[in-house]
């Protein structure tokens, strides 16, 4: 009996020593709701703080004690405990809490739910973009976001356009939002030499948006002063595809299109019989439609390959495309070659590294365009319909008061070629549960040539004997961000710690060459050049260090805290002011949270939020705080130089105080979203010349002297109309901006810009019109009369007025999305109400003097004493009223049908999807404007020159049929 119990009590301690022995558990978390794999679960070993995190793919690996319970936890899912009972493999599934916290969105250097912001953010999703078949950024991002303002400022291929993000913070700095890929900023702007006002080549325009997962848009200091001295414009923050783990995607895309001017936006001019009565010549048999020489419907094409696959430690992502477009303007298009990959892959269950690589290749063919008088497009306006075309021998005919437009097409090369190449290698480490250390380093380069000949069989080639020009661009940034992550969850306090570390190097060189004399139109290059009429060669380097924070913690998903700071040190600013410093402070109360709204069913989400903050804008010259020599000053036949700036070490960087108050309101499950926005934003310190004594040798110094402020109101509405077989989905967005200049150095408004006459006046919105009141025409005299504003019974600078003013009320995007079956429509439209455009054109086109072809209203011209009409005998150049328009326009964007093959056909096809799609793009623009087009500025990106049209190409109605072939 004695041996049985020793033999129990040494089996039991067996058994429990095999009981307490330490196992490895595997296993994967799945949501409940669609079985989706969910990355970042927190594992822990219950009672104690040792766990891990699950990967992205959902699993999970642990070392415990065979008896221990595992506790299973992550934001916005209820908490599951599971014994472990000596098991090697545990799969879980979680379920979502009651708080629905809805889709993870990149904001500045980490990720977030988007319920749990409290700053302001818009976000554009993969669905929104591939329903638009523009390919270009800009132009996807065109009415998808309250409080961005893209104003496509002409329709020519590639050309440039403007983005602005609640108004514009600076009068003279950039204006433009900072654009980060993936993180890392990148290269914007026109780095183009060759003059072509208005038709500048962006670098943005190599992005292809087929790569781009989504967009985020950061609008207030909460969310933007995280990238400090760059973010008072805001950011746009693009989120580009990866691969998938476990599966395999394989899509292709391509699309065919036909574009044009629309008939009804042309402008009516007069034909030969109309001209000779008009001026009283008698010219015969000669009747030339000029604007049908120079136009014609232009092809666009594109085809996208992209592959995404990975397995359980490795994902990647290849694409490629093709792309082109022909412009309705002769001569003009924009072909753009790109590709892009991206690797990422898991060393240990801590370390993964990555890379990625993009590079793009585009040839831009452009014509002179606006301000100038060698332009297809204002010459082919221009001319009168009596001359021809050839004379008799087969030459070019130029007896017409400008060049003729069907030489410059033919004969003219303008060709800007570019080619960006970027690439990154980053790498991800866990570990002490809760860590996180990033590091990513990466190098934007582009370059740029431009070719522009014309050849002596052209009125300004032969007035040189032939013009050649050469300029190169070389563009590159290097960039280092390394960044400590830290997350916590105590009870129901969650906390967010992150601290960073960046640098960045630019650097910029420029050539320009400029050559006359070629022996013969067939050669073009500078090395067949007689002269060198001019030629230049420049270099800017510079640097940015930053070290940036951020806090973030909730309660309950009910409280929620924002802190953020932000240290720039920059090379562009004086030595006494060299670092900026940009904190930021947000709040929120998700009310929908407490009992007392729980209990009402219908309500799905309610949030208040507030931000205070300030950001930076470093977007100026370089070298401004530095007294600087230039080169080139000969004396006595020697080299010398002399001092062309004079040294400010004080100054510093423009700053933005961020005021912003918000609510977000879900309904019915969601199917009702509201956002809404008011915020107040000052800018300080604006850089802006500060006039000295002419005596001193200069005229000016740069000083932080002025002060503007934008406020404004936003609204986004986001609805599901109908969810059975028939669907219905609503996207709107509202925006109103209001802009005015506070502080001038001694209020003197800066006078005059551009073709407009655009200023800048304390107490007024930037770039208003200042003008002399029309005030019809004299029915006795026929001549225009003109308000004397000081009764002195002159006319002259003291009785110009404010004419008009180019900002907008409002701007608004509505998206209706129907889809029935395998049909699905999209119809988007976009508006903008309140804003005044200069005609320029019209300055010309209907002036009654000079020999520029007339528009038919000019038919209608006072003739005799008694007439009554709007039409003056003989006009004149005045910046008047008289040109004012109002440019408020309603136009139908975009309208798209598809339809998806279903899933059997597909099937036996081999496919994983098919879908045919026919598209139409600025199908009708409703406005009362005159002109060509209503979104329109012949000035491009300038801060103050705004509204206003000067012989601008407008852009085209495309009508676009494609197919979209998933495997």
Known sequence: MRKRYLFLLIFSMFIGSVWSQTIQVTGKVTSASDDSPIPGVTVLIKDTQKGVSTEANGTYKIDVDAKTTLVFSFIGMKKKEIPVNGQSKINVSLEDESVNLGEMVVVGYSTTS????????????????????????????????????????????????????????????????????????????????????????????????????????????????????????????????????????????????????????????????????????????????????????????????????????????????????????????????????????????????????????SKTRRVEGDQTLFGPLPNALSIPAIYPVYNEDGSYNEDGPYANPVAIINETKNIAYDNRNSGNINLEYKFLNGFTFTSKWSADVYSLREHEYDPITTRQGAKYNGLGIEGTSYVSNLVSNNILNYNKAINENYFEALVGYSTEKYAKRNTYIEAIDFPNENLQYINSAGTIRLASTSAVDRGINSYFGQFKYNYRYKYILTLTARADGSSKFGKNNRYGYFPSVSVAWRASEENFIKNISWISDMKLRATYGMTGNDEIGDFSSLGLYGGGYNYGGMSGITPIQLPNPDLKWESTIQRGLGFDFGAFKDRINLTLDLYYNKTNDILLPRPIPASSGFTSIT????????????????????????????????????????????????????????????????????????????????????????????????????????????????????????????????SSVGNDIFNGTWIYLQSGTGEDNQTTEMIHRWKKPGDITDMPRAGDTYKSSRFIENGSFLRIKNVTLSYSLPSKPTKWLHMKSLKFYLSGQNLFTFTTYTGMDPEVNYYSNDNVILGTDFFTYPQSRTITAGLNVGF
Not at 138 to 144: A, E, F, I, P, R
Not at 145 to 169: C, D, E, F, H, M
Not at 315 to 332: C, E, N
Not at 801 to 814: E, Y
Request: proline share 3%.
């Open 114 to 361: 988007r319920k749990l912001l409290s700053g302001s953010v818009g976000l554009v999703n993969e669905e929104e973009i591939k329903n638009v078949p523009i390919r270009t950024i800009d132009g996807v991002l065109q009415g998808k976001s309250a409080g961005v303002v893209i104003n496509q400022n002409s329709g020519t291929p590639g050309g440039q356009n403007s983005i602005k993000l609640r108004g514009g913070s600076s009068i003279f700095a950039s204006n433009q939002p900072l654009i980060v890929i993936d993180g890392v900023p990148m290269i914007t702007g026109s780095y183009g030499q060759i003059g072509y006002s208005g038709q500048e080549i962006d670098a943005i325009s190599d992005l292809n948006p087929d790569d781009i997962e989504s967009f985020t848009i950061l609008k207030d200091a909460s969310a933007t002063a995280i990238f400090g001295a760059r973010a008072s414009n805001g950011v746009i923050q693009i989120t580009t595809k990866k691969g998938n783990y476990q599966k395999t995607n394989v899509n292709f895309n391509t699309s065919f299109g036909m574009q044009t001017l629309p008939a009804e936006r042309l402008p009516k001019l007069m034909n030969a019989a109309q001209w000779n009565e008009y001026k009283g010549t008698d010219v015969q048999g000669i009747d030339t439609d000029w604007m049908k020489e120079i136009l014609q419907w232009g092809p666009t094409s594109n085809n996208e390959l992209s592959l995404s696959t990975g397995n359980d430690k490795t994902r990647l992502y290849i694409s490629g495309s093709a792309f082109r477009q022909d412009g309705t303007v002769k001569s003009t298009s924009f072909n753009r070659y790109s590709g892009r990959m991206g690797v990422d892959h898991k060393l240990t269950k801590n370390l993964t590294i990555g890379c990625g690589a993009s590079i793009s290749y």
């Open 703 to 830: 000083t932080n002297i002025g002060n503007l402020e934008n406020k404004g109101f936003e609204a986004t509405l986001n609805t599901i109309n109908f969810d059975k077989k028939f669907k219905w989905t609503t996207s709107l967005n509202f925006a109103a901006n209001r802009n005015k200049v506070l502080k001038l150095y001694n209020g003197q408004p800066i006078a005059d810009y551009g073709r407009g006459g655009n200023w800048v006046v304390e107490g007024q919105p930037i770039g208003v019109f200042y003008g002399y009141k029309c005030l019809g025409v004299d029915p006795t005299t026929g001549n225009l009369v003109y308000e004397d504003i000081n009764h002195d019974g002159q006319l002259n600078s003291d009785d110009l007025t404010k004419t008009g003013d180019p900002n907008p009320d409002f701007t608004a995007g509505l998206t209706n999305t129907f889809s029935f079956f395998n049909f699905e429509l999209s119809v988007f439209l976009y």
